[in-house]
């Protein structure tokens, strides 16, 4: 069974670099026809896509965050990867890693736990 | 970029049925059946229920089900357990750079 687990730090500093990785088991990364997304929650809101990647590389980000989104891929260790540049306060949410299929990419139907990252000085 | 609108609560007693709307604009859930629907416990990921406006994966009761007329998207709990008291969210394809749009999330209640 695929399990995600979303890991990086819990606290960053305002105009600092958010990095967090997903690690994907029980299945394969390169696993053709499927899109690895981050997606967020603020506190007590809704969610927000980020972006997603597929394995080959290539990749698509919400334009709300285009300019300050990264998301890059590591098959050999079976993760994929999100720096988000120049965070402030409003960058503080739960952020999760999921997966969808290019057939319906509208279905995250794997989720990891979530991580709370807070942009504090 | 704008959310899809979802009213904020909805509640119902047990055994009853509640439909949850979820409006777009032709932009998203008026021109793609790109639309699904997501229940969040507390402290939980969120959980699929509903893909591609009616289909429910593997697993999900068929007391969900999911339409759409228009711009306007719905999912329906039928037969209300106290284990559908939960948040949930709608989210359809957008034709523009956020691709992917979250609605504002309902808090269902089962009294």
């Known amino acids: 069974q695929v399990h995600l687990q979303e890991s990086g730090p819990g606290l960053v500093k305002p105009s600092q670099t958010l990095s967090l990785t997903c690690t994907v088991s029980g299945g394969s990364i390169r696993s053709a026809g499927y899109y690895w997304s981050w997606i967020r929650q603020h506190p007590g809101k809704g969610l927000q896509w980020i972006g997603y990647?597929?394995?080959?590389?290539?990749?698509y980000s919400n334009s709300s965050l285009n300019s300050r989104v990264s998301i890059s891929v590591d098959t050999s260790k079976q993760q994929f990867s999100l720096k988000l540049r120049s965070v402030t306060a409003a960058d503080t949410a739960v952020y999760f890693c999921?997966?969808?299929?290019?057939?319906?990419?509208?279905?995250?139907?794997?989720w990891g736990q979530g991580t709370m990252v807070s942009v504090s000085s | 970029q704008s959310a899809l609108t979802q009213p904020a609560s909805v509640s119902g007693s047990p055994g009853q049925s509640l439909t949850i709307s979820c409006t777009g604009t032709s932009s998203d859930v008026g021109s793609y059946n790109y639309v699904s629907w997501y229940q969040q416990h507390p402290g939980q990921a969120p959980k699929l229920m509903i893909y591609e406006v009616t289909n429910r994966p593997s697993g999900v009761s068929n007391r969900f089900s999911g339409s759409k007329s228009g711009n306007t998207a719905s999912l329906t709990i039928s037969g209300l357990q106290a284990e559908d008291e939960a948040d949930y969210y709608c989210s359809s394809y957008r034709s523009s750079s956020s691709l992917m749009v979250f609605g504002t999330g309902t808090k269902v209640s089962v009294l």
């Open positions: 999921a997966r969808s299929t290019v057939t319906h990419p509208d279905a995250f139907d794997l």
């Open positions: 990647i597929y394995y080959s590389g290539s990749t």
